[in-house]
């Protein structure tokens, strides 16, 4: 019931709430969390629901559009996102002029930044299955170039996540992805769907509220997500596994040293802001990946060590006072390596699911009548007025 056109024009008090802890900064349908009963749902829907009975594209339609799709809906969906999800030449010759060590990442943020200028202008339903359809070609080809392999052309049929594997791993145009990876994808890119007003989440927002366009809009998201605070953690994980096995060290005494709060060492993978008894997409991707190693056979010393260090952390007082159990990129990262990806491939897979959930929240925004352009303010703590002073007397 607040008007809030009425509100717009007050000034005065301003709250100081660096990080935005406590702010709201939008009002949205899409995403609800309640972090003490580890619940997450999407449009309504549990994600734990979503997740054993949906495919991503249902997911895709299900945040972008609200609604569940019927099978004609969904077909339609899928026939739009086959017939974009070429690149357009042009852009394949900026990725392939791009710095050969170029991050995965800058490889995406770059190329989505650019997309849209390859077609006449468009509305915003071309815009976004465009960009979802030639989302999966952008991110295998960051993978191929910086493996010197050659570019695979989309499949028509093929399932999104089986899709972007095919050309991610493929060895020629009649490869074919194991049902197991195609799963596991799948269900990944569900989990990583949307998780409210997270920070990359917000830039899209923040972005789009300038009315700038989608591609800008996810090219910043992007950007926010390769920061190691947000989208980068998964990666961490590996590597505290990696050095952890490099430098000897037993789990006992990993264990110690991230005690020890003078060490600075923290348990990568657990702990969440909002998740204080559990994280309810640790809980599915726990369940996917014991399923997945028996599935593989992987034999791998890290995702073993990951296993040990998960019991031994859980059965201690430390993380059970402060309530720190394993969040999603604990096993995310484990899983990804199971799957064979490279690990500077991680955020980029995080991209992929992400992708849905940026625009939906994109779209929203653009929908909500309130909206108007993202402009918080600040507390001035600098100087007083003071004269300027000839240079030869400062
Ligand atoms: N290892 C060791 N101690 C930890 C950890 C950890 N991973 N996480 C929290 N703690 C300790 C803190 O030191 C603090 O201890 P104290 O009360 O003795 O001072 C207590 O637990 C409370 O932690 P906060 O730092 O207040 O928790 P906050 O909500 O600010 O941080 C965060 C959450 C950033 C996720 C933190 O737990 C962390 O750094 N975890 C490791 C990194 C990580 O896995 N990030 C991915 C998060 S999930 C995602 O982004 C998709």
């Not at 995965?104 to 815009?127: K, N, R, S």
């Not at 991680?346 to 625009?359: A, Q, S």
Request: aromatic content about 8%; glycine content about 8%.
């Amino acid at each position: 019931g607040v008007d809030m056109r009425k509100l717009r024009g007050m000034t005065g008090a301003i709250s100081y709430d660096p990080g935005y802890g406590s702010t709201g900064s939008c009002k949205s349908e899409i995403t609800f969390i309640d972090g003490e009963k580890g619940i997450l749902r999407y449009r309504g829907y549990p994600l734990e629901q979503l997740a054993e009975g949906v495919s991503f594209e249902e997911v895709m339609y299900l945040m972008i559009w609200g609604k569940l799709p019927n099978q004609a809906e969904l077909d339609g969906f899928n026939a739009k996102l086959a017939e974009h999800a070429e690149l357009p030449e042009g852009i394949v010759a900026v990725l392939d002029n791009l710095p050969k060590n170029a991050h995965p990442m800058t490889v995406m943020q770059t190329l989505v930044a650019t997309l849209g200028d390859y077609y006449e202008p468009a509305d915003e339903e071309t815009d976004i299955i465009r960009l979802l359809a030639k989302s999966k070609a952008l991110a295998a080809y960051s993978y191929r170039k910086q493996t010197g392999k050659e570019y695979l052309k989309p499949s028509k049929g093929a399932s999104f996540a089986g899709d972007f594997a095919h050309m991610t791993f493929g060895t020629s145009d009649e490869y074919k992805v194991s049902d197991v990876l195609e799963a596991s994808l799948d269900s990944l890119f569900i989990l990583h769907a949307d998780h409210e007003q997270n920070c990359s989440t917000s830039t899209a927002r923040m972005i789009g509220s300038a009315q700038a366009s989608l591609y800008a809009s996810i090219s910043g998201a992007i950007g926010a997500l390769s920061g190691p605070l947000h989208g980068g953690a998964n990666q961490k994980v590996i590597e505290m596994l990696e050095n952890i096995r490099a430098e000897g060290r037993s789990l006992e005494d990993h264990i110690e040293l991230v005690k020890d709060k003078s060490s600075d060492v923290k348990l990568m993978g657990f702990g969440h802001r909002v998740y204080k008894n559990f994280d309810p997409r640790a809980r599915i991707l726990k369940k996917s990946a014991d399923e997945l190693f028996a599935d593989l056979g992987v034999e791998d010393p890290a995702l073993d060590l990951a296993k040990e260090l998960e019991k031994v952390a859980l059965e201690d007082e430390y993380f059970v006072k402060r309530r720190l159990y394993p969040n999603v990129d604990f096993y995310s990262g484990t899983i990804y390596r199971a799957l064979g990806i490279p690990t500077n491939m991680f955020t980029v897979m995080f991209v992929l699911g992400r992708l849905p959930g940026w625009i939906a929240q994109w779209k929203e925004m653009r929908d909500d009548a309130d909206q108007r352009i993202h402009r918080p303010r600040q507390i001035y703590i600098g100087e007083n007025e003071r004269n300027v002073t000839p240079i030869s007397e400062r």
